[in-house]
């Protein structure tokens, strides 16, 4: 609560304007350094010093010895060589120097810390001057407000005017584009300064114009600010339209002003314009008697003047006062410049600023011609302050224009009496101070404690003196305040206060607006730092007799004593003790007793003392003297403090109580046993180590401040607990309860305390439960002890006053033992609920039973409702536990799922009739359990609902041959699926499984093994309706987007895609596309079965467990499919032929445009809504598609026998061998397109022959014979494989490099015309042309069958039997 100087901004690249501003000056430094080297340097700055104590000895002693010595490496104070504005929105810094100056603007960056600061970089910088010899001698930063109405406060862009030794004045924007120059006197400007809007604080207050002001040597122009403000924003509007135009600026007319010749006054350096001020009656009676004698006339009213104050030598400060409407404004230039408009609109329609359409010897007359300047009004001086030797060197005027500080030569700082004209305070010993003001508004917290609370709030005002000589800065309240702040800094800063805000603000613009503008700010040039000052308003109050400012000290000091570490409590008690008896002002004593409860340090005992004591305290007050509220924060806190003790004092209380046997809980362990195992299970499945925090264990310690944060007492004497987030809240519970759920406090005196401090039973039901329920697996280590501890708590709990109305209903739900349902069924806390549930519901059962009884009569139908409740909620906490238990079982490594799906009786309900078969289905993902197995886990359930106890030890021996964690999870899963057999029947079980599959697989195509999953599980639902309706879903929803675009990539490429192609267009590798495409196969295959089997079994019903019949919400996925429209048949198939060619294309890599091979009706057709009929293909298709379709079966025939080559064959045996049912080498690739062709209207027989070629070409005869079994046209199959066995022959007699003499004999042998046709043959064409004769025997032998005999080729056919029949023996012999 003092002065504080922080930093708020930082100058970037501040050397390189340094470098800049110094460029020529730096290199003659330079050349003098060589040149004094070797010469004698004396030190001058005891001299200088000397000097100067002996100009101030009264003043400066003291500081002189303080004073140290600069090092020697230290830059000179180049910022005191110029001229420096910062605008008082701080978003730009200009520093010039004679011809050169550059602009800092604002940026914000993200510092190392990842904090945004702000920060001034240099957007522009370069020469000034055009004249001459000239020089920059002042400058100011003009923020301009925006006029769009969306504004609230900041500039829209700022201006910087700059005053030149030549006498003009020229005004440029932030990139440094000149707007508009103007000659208005020949003399070098001395001084700019602005005057802006203020809001008037009082209404007698005179509202002040804006103004800029220029100061010349011997003349003061004053221009409007309202006519500044239009002039520059249309000067600003016009150069930006000449730059995107790309035309010449021409300049804009002058500007209207005011000149006044400052006379009777030797020389002035600095000035200030105070405003328009009206003297009151008597003043002015006054002044016409001394100035007119007594005779002198008196108006009736007096006139407004503007009082301007100039400071400089004889006098020392000057008052001058200029009477409104006596001197009009100088419109020299602006008539000069109306008539040149209308001179020039006789020959040029221009627009805009008349006289730009000039030619350019014109306009360079013009330039080199002199500006007139304007003779300035004579206006005498009305009175000063005489002080021959004292030279004044600067004035600052404060925001309220009642007060001005002036520097003068003999380092003294004056304040002056603006209103009377008087000295009224001087300080000594502050050579080349510079000055700023400080204005602070009353804070509304201090305003409302305040006795003029309904006034408006005050205002504080400080003078801010820097000394560059000493080095500090200083902070004074006015008018003869103590020095509130001071400050050590550097000696070579610049003070930068700039006496003004927004240019074009008014009463009526300025509604609404915060203006975000710095008072003063002080810049550090060796470090770039830009600071500012922040004062409280209570400074200016802070002399020996305000109470509020001794309190903010004693406060301050009890603060200090909090954060110290090393205090014992009797030390502590002691300090805050007194510090709390001694503040008078009760919103500072009651922000004292808050700080110190809210302390952690503070012991329970400290702080029930000193609140017991400052309670005394105002006890003892009278009751109009003592605060109402803060009486009752001190009675209700140390009501609370007394808790807290008690509390604490039970828990290490060592007399327990016993734990006496109750006749309720009678039967309790029977029940304890049945749950055990799966308790047992649950408890070793949920004790998984885990990472914690010490502060986050439940068996910390809950601090005292923590408890009363908590807890709040109210005027009657009602204590409220105040639930914030669910750790407080549960550390509350475990302060309260948890030693008597373990049995180590006593219960009864426990819950008398709680009672008695006014605690409402419901509450003290909810934090024990939140306590039991997070305390789960310390409950489950002694389940039996603390199961009869909670017991206890909760009938002592339900005996208290408030807790079961005496009026209750039976024939109602007793709305106290509702609440401990209600906390069961939202719990996730499976096994604590249920615990909690069973001991409810044996002690609701013994308070109804007593209630009966008291009333003589039997209540059986408020006995059955209330209880009948609680069976259902111990029935549904039990599926909850095993069902828990099943989805807590870890799944393998490396497998994909995310966390453990947690459930309770809420989540499952509104989870709809599905929601617990998708529980299931997701650990089902988890566990990456294949269909198969699943199915064999259910069949087993079914095979014991249905089966005898021989079976099941059957069972139970197959079972320990299998892994054991295997089998332990199988026999949970069979426990819920026991537990639900509706909501986990099989098709409903497979049904959402089939739906998780799919739905993760969408998450990650790449996966294509869940898809395949997802279609296994669809295989195995029985009911042709779900099936349908799944499959219609799966691929409305997931396939058909993607199907669409690998065959509009495929159609594209021509060919099967690479893998870069099928990543850009589907979004999966070419493997991954490749079985995508076999799972729309087997997709459209289920949907095709499935509609043709609906209509011969009916739609399946579903149920739901009677205890879990209240579920609320969404439907299950096998509803959802039963409510599916039926599929249009053909379409579905006419996709299926699609998704096969597609997949065979992928599996052989046949070249071939898919698409192309419909027309275009089946191109219409495809990707269409599987439930519209639409306009199929029908009829003869084009022979030259039929081609097509013919040449693409062929080359994946050929692709299928290539990749099953098996040259091993060679037996009947090898030749059975089975092939894979998956892949490009599964032997349903034949059918399949045996199928194909004819849909696709080609002849079956022509594939079966090509089939049978490709076989025995590879070499594959026992696979060709079987494959000639289903060819119809036999004769042309004899025909194509007489050709082949030529070629075989071929091979062996002609080709083959190992010849036998028998070969050659025989070659020899052979007719003619069977020598001329084998050796036309070619054997290359044979992928396998090295094949047994014996073979080759069998081939030839199928021939004769196949041939008839009337056959052109038959004969050829018995030449080469009987060719290879000698081939044969000679090669037996």
Not at 26 to 33: A, D, I
Request: glycine content about 6%; overall charge negative; hydrophobic content about 40%.
């Amino acid at each position: 609560m003092s002065c504080s100087l922080f930093e708020f901004c930082r100058l970037q690249e501040l050397k390189t304007v340094r470098d800049f501003l110094f460029q020529n000056q730096s290199k003659e430094s330079v050349e003098e350094k060589t040149q004094t080297e070797n010469e004698l340097s004396w030190d001058t700055s005891d001299w200088e010093s000397g000097w100067d104590n002996n100009e101030n000895k009264e003043e400066e002693s003291a500081s002189s010895t303080k004073t140290e010595e600069e090092p020697s490496g230290q830059n000179q104070p180049w910022l005191q060589d110029c001229v420096v504005s910062l605008s008082p929105c701080a978003d730009l810094l200009v520093v010039a120097r004679e011809q050169k100056a550059a602009f800092l603007s604002a940026k914000w960056r993200t510092s190392d810390s990842g904090r945004e600061e702000m920060t001034l970089a240099v957007t522009w910088s370069g020469h000034l001057c055009t004249e001459e010899g000239e020089n920059v001698s002042s400058v100011i930063a003009i923020p301009l407000a925006s006029q769009k109405r969306s504004s609230t406060g900041r500039p829209d862009w700022t201006c910087i005017v700059v005053g030149f030794t030549s006498g003009y004045v020229r005004f440029y924007t932030e990139s440094g584009v000149l707007l508009l120059a103007q000659l208005l006197h020949v003399d070098p400007v001395l001084r700019l300064k602005c005057r802006t809007y203020e809001i008037p604080r009082h209404p007698g207050v005179t509202e002040q114009h804006e103004e800029l002001s220029i100061l010349y040597p011997a003349a003061l122009v004053t221009i409007d600010g309202f006519s500044l403000f239009q002039s520059l924003r249309a000067c600003r509007n016009q150069v930006a339209r000449a730059a995107a135009a790309g035309s010449d600026v021409v300049p804009p007319p002058p500007l209207a002003y005011k000149k006044w010749g400052l006379q009777e006054m030797d020389t002035i350096v600095d000035h200030s314009s105070v405003g328009v001020m009206t003297l009151c009656v008597f003043d002015q009676m006054k002044n016409a008697s001394i100035l007119g004698g007594f005779h002198a006339s008196v108006k009736g009213s007096p006139p407004a003047m503007s009082q301007f104050v100039t400071v400089g030598t004889g006098p020392y400060a000057g008052f001058y006062y200029a009477v409104e409407g006596n001197s009009q404004p100088l419109l020299s230039h602006v008539a000069l410049a109306v008539a040149s408009k209308l001179t020039s609109a006789l020959f040029n329609a221009a627009s805009g600023w008349l006289g730009w359409n000039k030619s350019k010897n014109e306009e360079e007359a013009a330039q080199k011609q002199k500006p007139k300047v304007e003779p300035a009004t004579p206006l005498g001086i009305r009175f000063g302050l005489p002080d021959s030797r004292r030279h004044g060197e600067s004035i600052c005027l404060s925001p309220c224009n009642t007060l001005a500080g002036v520097t003068d030569d003999f380092g003294r700082v004056t304040l002056l009496d603006l209103a009377r004209g008087v000295a009224i305070r001087m300080w000594k010993g502050y050579r080349d101070a510079q000055l700023g003001w400080l204005q602070v508004q009353e804070e509304r917290v201090d305003r409302e404690f305040s006795p003029s609370a309904s006034l408006p709030r005050r205002h504080a005002l400080f003078l801010v003196i820097y000394a560059p000589r000493r080095g500090i800065l200083e902070v004074w309240a006015m008018q003869r305040g103590p020095r509130v702040g001071a400050f050590t800094v550097g000696k070579h800063c610049r003070l930068l206060y700039a006496g003004y805000h927004l240019m074009g603000v008014n009463s009526v613009t300025s509604q609404g607006w915060q203006l975000h503008t710095q008072q003063v700010c002080l810049l550090d040039p060796t470090t770039g730092a830009l600071r500012t000052i922040n004062i409280p308003f209570h400074l200016a109050l802070s002399d020996k007799k305000n109470e509020r400012a001794r309190d903010m000290h004693l406060l301050k000091r009890l603060s200090a004593v909090l954060k110290t570490r090393d205090m014992d409590s009797d030390s502590l008690e002691r300090e805050a003790k007194g510090v709390l008896l001694e503040i008078k002002h009760p919103a500072i004593k009651k922000q004292a007793l808050e700080s110190l409860l809210s302390n952690r340090k503070a012991p329970v005992s400290c702080l029930t003392n000193v609140t017991r004591a400052l309670h005394d305290a105002l006890k003892q007050q009278d009751a109009d003297e003592v605060e109402a509220s803060l009486l009752q924060l001190c009675s209700s806190q140390l009501k609370l403090l007394q808790l807290y003790s008690d509390i604490q004092q039970l828990q290490s209380a060592e007399d327990t109580e016993a734990c006496s046997g109750n006749d309720s809980l009678e039967g309790i362990e029977e029940e304890l046993s049945r749950v055990g195992p799966t308790l047992q299970r649950y408890a070793h499945l949920s004790s998984k180590p885990s990472v914690s925090f010490a502060q986050d264990s439940p068996d910390t310690p809950l601090s005292a401040q923590a408890f009363l944060t908590q807890l709040e007492c109210a005027e009657d004497g009602e204590v409220k607990v105040n639930r914030r987030s669910d750790a407080e809240w549960n550390q509350l519970g475990n302060f309260m309860f948890w030693g008597c759920l373990c049995g180590k406090s006593p219960t009864h005196k426990v819950c008398d305390t709680l009672q008695l401090a006014g605690i409402s039973p419901q509450q003290l039901l909810s934090l024990l439960m939140s306590v039991w329920l997070q305390r789960e697996k310390e409950v489950l280590q002694k389940p039996v002890e603390t199961v009869r501890n909670l017991h206890t708590l909760l009938i002592a709990l339900s005996n208290m006053d408030g807790a079961v109305e005496e009026s209750w209903d039976p024939q109602s739900v007793s709305p106290w033992w509702q609440q401990v349902r209600f906390t069961c069924i939202q719990s996730h806390n499976a096994a604590a609920a249920l615990l909690a549930a069973l001991v409810a519901h044996r002690a609701a059962k013994a308070s109804i039973t007593s209630r009966a009884d008291s009333k003589l009569q039997s209540e059986w139908e408020a006995v059955s409702l209330e209880l009948e409740q609680w069976v259902v909620c111990v029935r549904q906490l039990e599926d909850v536990l095993v069902l828990q238990a099943l989805l807590l079982v870890p799944s393998p490594k490396a497998t994909a799922g995310g966390a453990v799906v947690q459930c309770s009786i809420k989540t499952l309900q509104e989870g709809g009739t599905g929601g617990i078969a998708d529980s299931v289905s997701k650990w089902v993902f988890r566990q990456n359990m294949a269909p198969e197995r699943l199915k064999k886990i259910l069949q087993r359930k079914e095979t014991q609902d249905t089966g005898d106890q021989k079976e099941q030890k059957e069972e139970r021996e197959e079972a320990e041959d299998c892994q054991e964690e295997a089998d332990r999870t199988a026999e949970l899963l069979l426990a819920v699926c026991q537990r639900f057999p509706d909501s986990l029947s099989p098709d409903l079980l497979f049904a959402h499984c089939c739906w998780e599959y799919v739905v993760q697989w969408n998450k990650d195509p790449e996966e294509g093994r869940y898809l395949l999953f997802a279609v296994e599980h669809l295989k195995l639902i029985t009911s042709p309706h779900i099936q349908l309706g799944i499959s219609t879903m799966m691929w409305s929803t997931f396939i058909v987007k993607r199907f669409s675009a690998a065959a509009f990539l495929m159609e594209k490429v021509g060919k099967a895609p690479k893998d870069r192609l099928c990543r850009r267009d589907v979004g999966i590798g070419d493997k991954a596309m490749t079985s995508f495409l076999s799972c729309c196969v087997q997709l459209l295959q289920i949907l095709m079965e499935a509609d043709s089997a609906m209509e011969e079994i009916p739609a399946p019903g579903f149920s739901v467990e009677e205890v879990w019949s209240g579920a609320e919400g969404p439907a299950s996925i096998a509803e959802l499919a039963l409510e599916q429209r039926g599929v249009h048949y053909p379409l579905v198939q006419h996709h299926w032929l699609l998704a096969s060619l597609l997949h065979a294309a992928m599996s052989f890599s046949v070249k071939v445009k898919p698409l192309s091979l419909f027309d275009s009706k089946g191109k219409n057709a495809f990707f269409r809504d599987l439930t519209t009929i639409q306009l199929m293909p029908s009829g003869d298709m084009d022979p030259c598609l039929v081609s097509l379709r013919q040449e693409f079966l062929l080359r994946v025939l050929t692709g299928w026998v290539q990749a099953i080559d098996d040259p091993s064959c060679t037996s009947p045996a090898a030749a059975s061998t089975s092939l894979p049912s998956e892949g490009p080498k599964a032997d349903w690739w034949p059918s399949l397109c045996i199928d194909l062709g004819s849909l696709l209207q080609v002849n079956p027989d022509i594939l079966r022959r090509h089939l049978v070629c490709e076989l025995y070409s590879q070499g594959l005869d026992l696979r060709a014979e079987e494959a000639i079994l289903q060819v119809e046209d036999k004769e042309v199959l004899g025909s194509h494989l007489l050709v082949l066995t030529g070629q075989r022959l071929s091979y062996s007699l002609l080709h083959n490099q190992n010849q036998t003499q028998a070969a050659m004999e025989l070659l020899a042998r052979l007719p003619p015309t069977l020598c001329t046709w084998l050796k036309a043959m070619d054997p290359s064409e044979l992928r396998c042309p090295l094949v047994s004769l014996s073979k080759t025997t069998r081939l030839v032998s199928r021939l004769i069958e196949m041939l008839p005999e009337n056959h052109a080729q038959y004969s050829l056919a018995l030449h080469l039997l009987e060719a290879v029949d000698v081939l044969s023996l000679s090669t037996e012999d």
